[in-house]
């Protein structure tokens, strides 16, 4: 599968918790210690906001622990939110594409996990986009396909509402086409200023999601001392680690972290 990690809080350089971490993003895509592919070589993205309404975006098929370019940006862009991914293929073609993050106006989303069968569901998951987002598919992955559904279903109105018919949908389709694989989602989406990630799955294996406060050079102290939502610890201070637990998911913001459980 995939790792990723969500960062929100005081203004830091991306390489703070992109490469200056015990357990950093890039060291996790060489050996991450709570996912089944150890290995998360397949690309890798990473989604920043500064003062303009949009994102920026960075994204190659190169590992992330090979790219000189990603080095370099991670030195030199602070920000006061972002999201980084690195990428282990679950069936789809290793491509820019297909590389998280994915964005839409000023929406990121990024998604560690799996819709089973992708293959034989893909064309009726497909037929949930509406007019308006389908333009904007541009790679194969069930992990696009889900955010583009979501964007259709109001996710910027209402992303846990979305989120949750999403994947109601998403899962009448596989029993549809007697998937015998799992749906499972451990996903993060931001519109700039807030934060949502959710934990689901059909067989109770979602993948992990933690948040927590690892130690970055911020200068600013934080109104909210969660600042990190993460597939897993970036350093070995369980103190300041919380998992969240299957079929919940967290909504940040400046203020605090609120869990919610949440049901399909």
């Known amino acids: 599968m995939c790792r990723w990690v ?4 005081p203004e830091i350089y991306l390489e703070d918790l992109i490469f200056h971490q015990e357990h950093s993003i890039v060291q996790q895509s060489l050996a991450a210690n709570q996912s089944a592919w150890v290995t998360n070589g397949d690309g890798f ?18 590992p992330a622990w090979n790219d000189n370019n990603l080095r370099s940006l991670a030195a030199h862009i602070q920000t006061q939110l972002f999201f980084a991914h690195v990428r282990a293929t679950t069936g789809t073609a290793v491509s820019r594409t297909n590389c998280h993050p994915f964005t839409w106006k000023n929406w990121t989303f990024m998604h560690n996990g799996k819709v089973g069968n992708w293959q034989n569901c893909r064309k009726d998951v497909e037929d949930l986009i509406d007019h308006v987002h389908y333009p904007h598919r ?10 583009l559904v979501a964007l259709s279903k109001g996710l910027m109105h209402n992303p846990i509402h979305a989120m949750a018919q999403t994947l109601a949908d998403v899962s009448r389709i596989m029993d549809k086409h007697h ?3 799992p749906l499972r989602i451990s996903c ?3 519109n700039g200023q807030d934060i949502w990630a959710f934990r689901h799955s059909s067989d109770d294996q979602s993948p992990s999601m933690y948040f927590g406060t690892p130690h970055t050079r911020a200068s600013a102290p934080a109104t909210n001392p969660i600042t990190t939502i993460a597939s897993e610890p970036s350093d070995g201070d369980a103190s300041h680690w919380f998992k969240v637990d299957e079929r919940h998911g967290v909504h940040w913001t400046p203020q605090g972290l609120e869990d919610f459980q949440f049901s399909v």
């Open 6 to 9: 969500a960062y929100a809080g």
């Open 45 to 62: 993205g990473v989604a920043w906001y500064t003062r303009r309404t949009t994102p920026g975006l960075f994204k190659d098929i190169l």
């Open 188 to 190: 993060a989406l931001t």
């Open 138 to 147: 541009e790679g194969t992955t069930d992990s696009e396909a889900l955010f």
């Open 179 to 181: 998937a015998d694989e």
